[in-house]
């Protein structure tokens, strides 16, 4: 969450920041709120300190042999309007609270402004788009034609967005998750993790999920949320925890399933599986140093773009500007992957450092030196990749003109020597 002593100290310059992501912050009302917040805390203060002089007037009566009862009323009435003065101040926490769980991260500097993903920037690009001497098929058709994808028999079984996967390409979305995994964890530098998939709301409300996103989370009837990302549970093992500086970074990784409502999403992308309520992907999570977050950032993202170079699959890398980044996010590089079925680019990986927004809920900290007060860490994410999507690129960018799908060299060692799915 947002530092509210950037709200208490810098109300103004703050407000106009949040406005570049969109968010209007209402100034008049934080400052209403802040000074009946100071006036209870006050309040509070001047009440306990009269009825510890008044308890003490009481003592003092008795050794006197004057009749203490007056002060024993004014003990019980102090202590009648210090209970109603706690109750005050706790429902202004409460309020104070509430805005500051919904109010987004602050941009860094660098990041762009805009209004909406028509303003972000590109930043490289990698690879020419794939060309072929046929008219190429997109995943569905593909999928189709080779008894691949299932879309009917999934609605059937749990309704729409979800797809069954059969056959080769089962197995070529089990290979590309295990060639990621193995990539992050001999090359890159993660330890890899298994982790739940059912979450408790501490655990949604420590990352970001809760409670601004409860719409878009799938809920059991005993409150446990089906993870949206494996970044949940990576980002949370850490929670109310001092690390030791010296065993930062720690670098996380997972594959999972993740499962999202798309409750915004009503009637976009409904063909196909990019999309879907229940998807896969490895995620890679660093908590780092805040001196460090910025090139952690980089180098992460650059980890999950050496996926798609090793795959020989044409990508482009941008910056999302101020108006289209994710809410707990301070700056985010999105890497789009070239679909030749739509003959455009599509979102295959979002990589950002959320700064201290996580940690600040999370209450992760580290400890300089022994002794010294803890710091809030930084945290990062990003998909090291969306493994649907990727299944999705490699179809396409692989297929050949009778529909068959030539394996990437480098997946080729998983498959036994296997050069051509059919």
Excluded at 9 to 32: F, H, I, M, P, S
Excluded at 219 to 232: F, G, M, N, S
Excluded at 332 to 346: A, F, M, S
Excluded at 382 to 400: D, F, H, K, P, T
Aim: proline share 5%.
């Amino acid at each position: 969450m947002l530092d509210p002593q950037l709200l208490r100290n810098d109300l103004e310059e703050t407000a106009k920041t949040l406005a570049t992501r969109g968010y209007q912050l209402d100034v008049d009302a934080w400052k209403e709120l802040e000074e009946q917040r100071k006036h209870y805390q006050v309040l509070q203060e001047n009440l306990q300190n009269q009825r510890t002089v008044v308890s003490k007037s009481i003592g003092q009566a008795k050794a006197k042999g004057e009749d203490a009862q007056p002060l024993f009323d004014k003990v019980k009435q102090i202590g009648e309007e210090l209970s109603e003065a706690k109750q005050k101040f706790e429902e202004i926490q409460q309020e104070v609270a509430k805005i500051v769980y919904y109010t987004p991260n602050l941009p860094l500097k660098d990041v762009p402004v805009g209004k909406d993903e028509s303003e972000n920037v590109e930043v490289r690009k990698w690879g020419e788009p794939t060309e072929f001497d046929f008219q190429p098929k997109d995943h569905v058709d593909l999928g189709v034609k080779n008894n691949w994808l299932d879309a009917e028999n999934a609605a059937k079984l749990s309704g729409s967005r979800f797809t069954v996967l059969s056959g080769s390409i089962a197995r070529l979305q089990r290979v590309l998750a295990q060639f990621m995994l193995d990539t992050h964890t001999q090359k890159n530098g993660y330890k890899e993790c298994y982790v739940p998939f059912l979450v408790n709301e501490a655990t949604m409300t420590g990352s970001g999920q809760l409670p601004k996103f409860a719409d878009d989370a799938f809920i059991t009837t005993d409150d446990k949320y089906l993870i949206p990302t494996a970044e949940v549970p990576l980002t949370n093992l850490y929670a109310d925890t001092i690390i030791a500086a010296d065993d930062l970074p720690i670098k996380l990784t997972a594959h999972t399933p993740c499962f999202r409502k798309e409750a915004g999403s009503y009637g976009k992308d409904t063909r196909g599986m990019i999309r879907q309520h229940q998807f896969e992907k490895v995620e890679l999570v660093q908590i780092v140093h805040p001196e460090s977050s910025e090139q952690a950032l980089e180098e992460m993202t650059a980890c999950a773009e050496g996926i798609l170079k090793a795959l020989q699959i044409p990508f482009r890398t941008i910056v999302l500007c101020t108006g289209d980044m994710g809410f707990g996010s301070a700056k985010t590089y999105d890497i789009e992957v070239w679909l030749p079925g739509e003959n455009k680019y599509r979102e295959i990986s979002s990589c950002s450092t959320c700064t201290d927004f996580q940690a600040r809920r999370m209450k992760t900290r580290f400890r300089e030196n022994e002794g010294e007060k803890p710091q809030l860490v930084h945290t990062l994410n990003g998909s090291g990749l969306a493994v649907g999507r990727c299944l999705i690129a490699v179809m396409e960018n692989y297929q050949n003109e009778d529909g068959s799908i030539t394996i990437p060299e480098v997946l080729q060692p998983y498959f036994g020597g296997l050069k051509v799915l059919k």
